[in-house]
């Protein structure tokens, strides 16, 4: 089984709907992110959570809210999607004290 | 916000030849990163660089942590169809609120057997 999986690994929607994808780790790390890949531009944070309690925005988080339900677990959503989120949307984990992010496998999200 | 200038942004190269890619920032960093992203999958770390001047190999691939603190490059030797996809390298500090990893935009890999 993957470290961190990510679910779904596809998924098409309608404008204005709500979508959440999810994401859980068997690496038992603190850290958790976020991020959007869009061509040409890299990746991009959009949330991050160092504990359970803790969540913090990244530099897009504009129209994505998430939550984080156990150690294992963070959810990202899109409350009301719209065409400019279709994107290629990775989940990581990180241990406090190592540097090195362990990427999920993505959810490629196109919203019409 | 910090930023990472990655260049090139793609190669298309011959199986066999060497290749060579950078990354430059305005601001300091403590830890460079480089990472590797098949198609249809997650980046996977490659290599980590944690002091300045430091040179590390992994297999073909080597990476060096420039003396500024400002930058790294990647070298990979002699290469081959497998190494197609797209690098990137990420920058850390450990101070700040945040402690996050800042990524370069990528250099998506060609190669031609």
């Known amino acids: 089984d993957a470290d961190v999986t990510q679910t779904p690994r596809n998924r098409i929607t309608k404008t204005g709907k709500r979508i959440m994808l999810e994401c859980s780790q068997t690496k038992g790390h603190d850290r958790m992110y976020w991020y959007r890949q869009d061509p040409g531009l890299g990746l991009r944070l959009i949330y991050y959570?160092?504990?359970?309690?803790?969540?913090n925005k990244g530099e897009i988080s504009d129209g994505y809210s998430v939550s984080r339900q156990a150690q294992a677990k963070f959810s990202l959503s899109l409350e009301s999607a719209i065409p400019n989120q279709t994107a290629l949307y990775f989940c990581?984990?990180?241990?406090?004290?190592?540097?090195?992010?362990?990427f999920g496998s993505g959810t490629r999200l196109t919203v019409v | 916000g910090q930023q990472l200038n990655q260049s090139p942004q793609s190669m298309f190269i011959q199986e066999g030849e060497d290749v060579s890619m950078n990354c430059t920032s305005s601001?300091?960093?403590?830890?460079w990163l480089w990472y590797k992203q098949d198609p249809g999958e997650g980046p996977v770390l490659l290599i980590a660089l944690y002091k300045a001047g430091e040179l590390t190999s992994n297999g073909r691939l080597t990476a060096q942590f420039g003396i500024t603190r400002k930058d790294s490059f990647l070298n990979i030797s002699a290469s081959i169809p497998s190494d197609v996809g797209i690098y990137f390298c990420a920058g850390l500090n450990y101070g700040g609120s945040q402690g996050n990893l800042i990524f370069g935009k990528g250099t998506k890999l060609s190669v031609k057997p």
């Open positions: 990581a984990t990180s241990d406090r004290g190592s540097f090195g992010y362990t």
């Open positions: 959570s160092f504990d359970v309690k803790d969540i």
């Open positions: 601001s300091i960093f403590n830890t």
